[in-house]
């Protein structure tokens, strides 16, 4: 068996192994550590240079009652929920569309139609910046939440479809056909035969895409600009003020703002199970 | 007259390569036909044409008189059962087998006694609340048929049904899905490429080869007069002897093996020219004393109780097997006297190997 386990390997590869496992393990976590206790600390800290050191002293809940009482955060998190999941709901209702009709309908232009959604993805999406700005504000969509849910259902569905396309494509075809032998309309193929089976990826997909677009900075400053439709993650900003800046503030609102993408993970995750064609064929 | 199914010179290709070349045939109502061939020979695709999963390029497929070709599978009325079973996976085996009547807005308590029917039937009536993956390779495979039953279809397509299966399991089947065309009497189409599964099941088989029908009939009469000799080889387990030899326009037929007899072909030969002929392994007599029409040696032999099959050679390396329903002392190498039945023998001559019509009185 490839790799060896730990435990048939000789003691002393196995005493390196335990003591380098956590000094990785430490080094890899450090940013996230470091917010983490920041996040807790006294503004006083940042200003006497204790970045790394001991707490002086335990702010936590003022902290965190500040995010929350006191600051825009709710706000920010509240306009972050209402962009990113009308885009995790749009991309996939879309996707599953586009995705069963290149898996399944066989007509001329199908792999070119296909190609195009794939070829999406290649543009570096910085070059669009301008012009989608100016498409935005000439809709009047400029600093609208709709505005960004719009773009970024646009540009994920491209990914979503290639990722759909090909998990329908390796569904069992006979499925489709025995449906279509016995009398079911397309629609109701699509709605009762392959979208249950679906299950997994439209799970996998909706944590991908929940993360990316929470997670989205640079749309989120291209098209927005004020409190009432910026998202979390360029709302986060707001704790600078022009002469100096609350990190201990901006850390525990980071800590808040990157629990819901893990959320998202573990509810989803009882739907990410395998071989749910079984029994199907053979 | 109105079939049940009629396919007018239907031809189907797949870009430049023609697989199906032009095929007409007609199905009666009630009917039970097996399409049989080696792989690659085109049967399945056949089917598909006729279940509207694909559109031949040309010719026109006639349900009851009524042409089909531009009507979708799913109006044709009929069911189809997949080598591999195509079961809804995520449905309870009620489900799948209510779940097309339900798109077609069927009454519920229809539906429910057709469902029942049907499980009784198959006997999977205690299965109808399991999952597919929860069922046996039989059970799926009577979900399966359960679910083109209740349909009431005009006609059962079945696409290798039972290939999936094992031996014993595929024998039961076999039985099984007999004892369905009696009582339900629908016509069915059965696509198979194991020749015992045609021979047992079918009213009339229709033999293909490489996209062409070599000849269709009745079981035995495709057995005992095959029209040339593709369909004499393939039916029959063990396969028809073919021994090469050479006929004279007076009908002295010399084998190269070392005998030489007198056929009577009902059309004179225009001129001396090398044939085939075919002898099943039953039609072969044989003593252990070395008397008989030739001798072979004994080159391997399968005692199976009720039947012997002795592999042989002759000098001159061409093969014989013979079938005995009888137990007889053998040995490897052993020399044995072999007759053959003169009145069983096919001639298989000229192109395509076409039998010979032989004037003789028939078994």
């Given at each position: 068996m490839f790799p060896t386990p730990i435990a048939k390997t000789s003691r002393s590869w196995q005493l390196t192994y335990q003591s380098l496992l956590p000094v990785a393990l430490i080094l890899w976590l450090l940013p996230l550590i470091s917010i983490a206790v920041f996040s807790i600390k006294p503004d006083a800290d940042f200003t006497s240079g204790n970045y790394w050191g001991w707490p002086s002293s335990f702010e936590g809940i003022t902290n965190y009652s500040k995010v929350f009482f006191e600051s825009d955060m709710p706000r920010y998190l509240l306009n972050s929920v209402f962009i990113t999941v009308p885009t995790v709901l749009g991309c996939i209702a879309l996707s599953a569309m586009t995705g069963f009709a290149l898996g399944i309908y066989r007509f001329r232009s199908n792999l070119w139609i296909f190609f195009m959604?794939?070829?999406?993805?290649?543009?570096?999406?910085?070059?669009?910046?301008?012009?989608?700005?100016?498409?935005?504000?000439?809709?009047?969509?400029?600093?609208?939440?709709?505005?960004?849910?719009?773009?970024?259902?646009?540009?994920?569905t491209g990914f979503c479809t290639l990722f759909m396309r090909n998990f329908i494509r390796a569904l069992p075809f006979e499925l489709i056909e025995a449906a279509r032998v016995e009398g079911v309309s397309e629609w109701r193929i699509f709605w009762f035969v392959v979208l249950p089976l679906m299950k997994p990826a439209l799970a996998a997909l909706a944590v991908l895409?929940?993360?990316?677009?929470?997670?989205?900075?640079?749309?989120?400053?291209?098209?927005?600009?004020?409190?009432?439709?910026?998202?979390?993650?360029?709302?986060?900003?707001?704790?600078?003020?022009?002469?100096?800046?609350?990190?201990?503030?901006?850390?525990?609102?980071?800590i808040v703002a990157a629990l819901p993408p893990v959320a998202m993970f573990f509810l989803m995750q009882k739907h990410f199970i395998a071989g749910l064609t079984l029994g199907a064929v053979k | 007259m109105t079939h049940a199914l009629e396919l007018r010179q239907i031809r189907k290709s797949w870009g430049q390569v023609e697989v199906i070349h032009g095929i007409d045939l007609a199905i009666e109502e009630g009917e039970f036909v097996v399409f049989v061939g080696p792989s690659g020979c085109g049967k399945s695709t056949l089917l598909r044409l006729i279940a509207g999963l694909d559109d031949p390029t040309s010719?026109?497929?006639?349900?009851?008189?009524?042409?089909?070709?531009?009507?979708?599978?799913s109006e044709r009325g009929l069911s189809m059962v997949f080598q591999s079973y195509a079961l809804y996976p995520h449905m309870s085996v009620r489900s799948n087998l209510s779940f097309g009547l339900e798109n077609v807005r069927m009454p519920k308590d229809e539906i429910d006694r057709r469902v029942n029917d049907a499980a009784k039937l198959?006997?999977?009536?205690?299965?109808?609340d399991r999952r597919p993956g929860q069922l046996s390779g039989g059970q799926r495979q009577r979900v399966a048929i359960g679910r083109a039953i209740v349909r009431e279809p005009v006609i059962f397509l079945f696409d290798e049904p039972l290939s999936n299966l094992d031996a014993e399991l595929r024998l039961q089947m076999r039985v099984e899905i007999s004892n369905l065309h009696s009582q339900l009497g629908n016509?069915?189409?059965?696509?198979?490429?194991?020749?015992?599964?045609?021979?047992?099941?079918?009213?009339?088989?229709?033999?293909?080869?490489?996209?062409?029908?070599?000849?269709?009939?009745?079981?035995l009469d495709l057995y005992n007069h095959p029209a040339n000799r593709f369909v004499a080889g393939f039916l029959g387990a063990p396969q028809m002897n073919f021994l090469k030899g050479r006929l004279a326009q007076d009908g002295t037929l010399?084998?190269?093996?070392?005998?030489?007899?007198?056929?009577?072909?009902?059309?004179?030969?225009?001129?001396?020219?090398?044939?085939?002929?075919?002898?099943?392994?039953e039609s072969i007599g044989v003593s252990l004393e070395g008397q008989g029409d030739l001798t072979a040696s004994v080159q391997n032999f399968e005692q199976l109780g009720a039947v012997t099959y002795i592999y042989t050679a002759f000098p001159n390396g061409e093969t014989l097997t013979v079938q005995l329903g009888r137990q007889i002392p053998l040995k490897r190498g052993q020399e044995i006297g072999v007759t053959f039945d003169m009145d069983r023998v096919h001639v298989f001559a000229g192109e395509g190997e076409r039998a010979l019509k032989l004037d003789r009185a028939e078994p």
């Open positions: 959604f794939v070829a999406g993805n290649f543009v570096p999406f910085q070059i669009l910046m301008v012009p989608v700005r100016d498409l935005t504000l000439n809709l009047g969509l400029y600093n609208t939440k709709t505005g960004l849910v719009l773009f970024h259902i646009a540009f994920q895409i929940f993360t990316f677009i929470w997670n989205d900075y640079f749309w989120a400053v291209v098209l927005t600009q004020g409190v009432e439709s910026q998202p979390v993650t360029a709302g986060i900003t707001s704790f600078n003020a022009q002469y100096r800046a609350a990190y201990h503030l901006m850390s525990a609102g980071s | 010719g026109d497929i006639l349900l009851k008189d009524r042409r089909v070709n531009n009507i979708p599978a198959l006997q999977i009536d205690m299965l109808l016509t069915m189409i059965y696509v198979t490429h194991d020749q015992v599964e045609a021979m047992t099941m079918a009213d009339r088989i229709v033999v293909l080869r490489a996209g062409r029908i070599e000849q269709v009939g009745k079981p010399t084998l190269d093996c070392g005998l030489t007899r007198q056929i009577r072909p009902v059309e004179p030969l225009a001129s001396e020219q090398s044939v085939t002929l075919g002898l099943r392994p």
